[in-house]
């Protein structure tokens, strides 16, 4: 297997939520979207939003599950100020902050916030 990522696909429990969250945070969403599925451009990646009954359908798997995923995303930005703006406008779009900006014991400055489905976002 070649060592890439082509998508993310999250399973989400209300799709229109959840492109409206993106969409606040500024994120635009790809022309290859579809009235079932979200696809915005994230770098090299697709980051993708699915139904998650669909989503487990999709993979042959049962859809219930919830708290910790065991896995987060990340986002880095150019400076500590930024962190904070990420995380206070995340939390405009209606995330939860679960972890203020803060230093860590590596020499960095970091947050995390939940988006509406309990994805967890680390902003550094």
């Known amino acids: ?4 990522i082509s998508f ?5 429990s209300d799709l229109a939520r959840s492109r409206a969250f993106y ?7 790809s022309s290859a979207s579809k009235p079932t ?6 770098g090299t990646v697709i980051f993708g939003l699915f ?3 669909a989503l ?7 859809s219930a599950g919830s708290g910790f995923q065991g896995f987060t995303l990340a986002h880095n930005v150019e ?3 930024a962190v904070s703006k990420t995380l206070e406008q995340a939390l405009d779009a209606g995330a939860s902050v679960t972890r203020p900006g803060e230093k860590v ?3 960095g400055f970091r947050g995390y916030f939940a988006d509406p489905d309990g994805f967890w976002w680390g902003v550094c």
């Open 56 to 62: 487990a359908e999709d993979a042959n798997v049962p």
């Open 37 to 42: 599925i979200a696809f915005f451009k994230a």
């Open 51 to 53: 139904q998650r009954d």
């Open 8 to 12: 993310i696909t999250m399973g989400v």
């Open 105 to 107: 014991v590596w020499g």
């Open 23 to 29: 969409t606040a945070l500024g994120w635009k969403e």
């Open 1 to 4: 297997m070649q060592q890439s």
């Open 79 to 81: 400076s500590e100020e």
